[in-house]
Each structure stands twice: as C-alpha cells, then as structure tokens.
C-alpha cells in the first residue's frame, strides 16, 4: 500500500477545504493510505489580524525565518512516504510562516528523496513565493514533481480589496459589488480532478518517473501582468524587511516608527507607482513579447496550464 503524507497550515480553513477536495479521491482509493499532518505553530496567529500585527510579520515573512511549530502528532521525522503534499498559503509573496517553520525544522527531512506536490491556495501572487519554496526543497533534496494553484475570485482589482478586508475583519460576504473574498467554491470542489488524476497515476507507479502527474489539468495560470510587480514588491520587500529586522523582531515596539514609514512607502506606491505600471507595462510586455511568454512557461513549470485532461477527470 502506497502512503502519502498531505502538510498544510491553513487559518480559516480555506486550504484546509483545497486539501480535503483535493485528497478525497486519494482517500478513497482502497491502494493508498493517506496520512495528514497539519502545522501548527507553537503560537497561534489572531484572525482577523490587526493592522499591526498583520505588517509586523512582514520582515520574518520575506526572509523565512519561519517561526516555532509544534511537535507533529501523526508522523515522527524519519517517516518515509511514497509522496508529500505540501499545502501552504502565501504570506507577503512568501510562504507563510508556519511553513517556513516546517521547511526550516528536523521535519523537513520527511521530503528528502521524495516526490513531492505543492498545492497553494493564496490572493492571487505566487510565483516568488514558489520560487523561494522550490530553492528549499531543492537543499532538502526533494524531488518538485507538481505544483497546483488556487486563487481568490474576482480580478485583480477587486481581490485588493474583498482579500485584505477577510484578513482584518473576518468578513467574506460580497460587498460594493464585488464578489466574496477567497477562492470561489466551484474551484475548490473541482480540485478533486488533481486527486482522480493522482490516483490513477500512483496505480501506475508513475511518481517514480519524476515527471509531473498533473499536466492537462490547468493546474496553474500565470498573470503575466502580475510578474514584474511580484519582482519589483518582492525587492522592495527585501530591502525594507531587513532594515525593519534592524530594529527588532515581531512584536518589539521600537519596530513601530519604521513599519510605519514602510506602510506610508507602501501607500505611495499604491497611489502613484500602480496605476503608472498599469499603463507603461502592457507596452513593455507587447515590446518583449518573446521574453514574456518565456517566463510564463517557466513559472507554470513543473505542471502548467494546458487542460486537455481537465474533461476525463470532471465527468467522473
Ligand atoms: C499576513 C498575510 C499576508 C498575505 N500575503 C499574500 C500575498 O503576498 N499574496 C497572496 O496571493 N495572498 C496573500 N495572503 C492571502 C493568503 O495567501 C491566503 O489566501 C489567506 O490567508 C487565506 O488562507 P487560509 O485561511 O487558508 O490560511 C496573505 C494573507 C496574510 C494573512
């Protein structure tokens, strides 16, 4: 019997709700044992989170310190699995910190010399944070096989807003005419495909091959135009992340003054920097075409974007 150890940390339960779709077919194929670990952190971050609290975690956020996680209760560290899935949101294009905790600790030997999928359900920026998880992986000695994203309903524009006022209020419900906050439930339900497909390909002992399992299921769809914003905020994230660290660590209130210069730059950014880059950068990207739809390809990598597969696996 093929086992397979699903990780996650989620806060409100959205990415516990993706894994559970996601595995359902998993756990029911009589052939595998599948076993779940969730990462809890030793203290717990609030929902909603208060503004403070919120920016204050963003220096730990982009550097990976991760934070101290409690001891797993379903798996010791020497387990050895036929495969992982490793399901996390993104904190500040980054993994959230719970994960950052795992992938730093003595649990992330539970990958090494394994196949493994990553599943993120997030706003809608992802790809420096899967960038920054693929160099970890990469040391542990993991073997990428996969990577499937979720993301928030309703554009852009609109998840600026319905995301942010989830995390500080609590409140999903549509608002102004917008759609509700998070990934919309018809995504969620349908990430089942990724687990029937998974299935019949474990039958096949196809995760030996280290090839991706979940090609032709649109696993993955880059926003070209979200790219050079991720690389532009990740490098200012770095910048003023480490000059913040400078001044303490979370929760210290000599940290105060600066994160407030930080959130004043941030606002700037928002009101001059942003709508500059929503006219300049459709111009840039038609100019550099060839460039563009290079980096596209190479971000959806290992699984892509194709859905030739995506009608086999709906109809079941
Ligand atoms: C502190 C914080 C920072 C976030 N930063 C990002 C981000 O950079 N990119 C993104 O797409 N989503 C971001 N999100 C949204 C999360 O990735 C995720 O969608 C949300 O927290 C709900 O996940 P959960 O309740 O399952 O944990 C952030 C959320 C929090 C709490």
Not at 3 to 16: A, D, E, R
Not at 65 to 75: A, E, L, R, T, W
Not at 145 to 152: F, M, Q, S, W
Request: include cysteine; charged fraction near 25%; glycine fraction near 6%.
């Amino acid at each position: 019997m093929k086992k397979i150890l699903v990780l996650y940390y989620s806060q409100t339960g959205q990415l516990t709700n993706v894994v559970k779709s996601f595995t359902a077919p998993l756990q029911a194929d009589e052939n595998l044992e599948v076993i779940y670990q969730n990462i809890e952190p030793k203290i717990p971050y609030p929902f909603p989170w208060g503004y403070l609290e919120f920016f204050d975690i963003f220096p730990e956020s982009v550097y990976m310190n991760g934070c101290p996680i409690k001891p797993f209760d379903n798996v010791k560290e020497n387990d050895k699995f036929d495969l992982v899935i490793l399901a996390y949101t993104i904190w500040f294009l980054s993994p959230s910190l719970p994960i950052s905790g795992f992938l730093n600790s003595n649990y992330a030997k539970l990958l090494t010399d394994t196949p493994v999928i990553t599943l993120i359900a997030c706003r809608n920026m992802w790809i420096m944070a899967q960038e920054k998880v693929k160099v970890k992986l990469k040391a542990i000695g993991a073997k990428l096989i996969d990577n499937v994203v979720l993301i928030d309903q309703g554009g852009n524009l609109a998840t600026f807003i319905t995301t942010p006022r989830w995390m500080w209020t609590g409140n999903k419900n549509a608002i102004l005419g917008l759609p509700k906050a998070g990934v919309h439930p018809d995504e969620i339900k349908n990430a089942s495909r990724f687990g029937m497909a998974l299935s019949d390909a474990l039958a096949n002992d196809l995760e030996k091959k280290e090839k991706p399992l979940l090609k032709g299921l649109e696993a993955v769809k880059v926003d070209n135009s979200l790219v050079g914003t991720e690389k532009i905020a990740h490098k200012s994230f770095k910048i003023w992340g480490g000059l913040i660290q400078k001044f303490g660590t979370t929760g210290d209130k000599a940290r105060i003054p600066i994160l407030a210069l930080y959130f004043l730059f941030l606002l700037s950014l928002i009101v001059i920097i942003v709508p500059l880059n929503t006219i300049i950068k459709p111009i840039f990207r038609k100019l550099n075409r060839k460039k563009v739809e290079e980096e596209r390809l190479y971000f959806e990598e290992p699984s892509g974007s194709e859905k030739e597969r995506v009608k086999e696996y709906m109809s079941e």
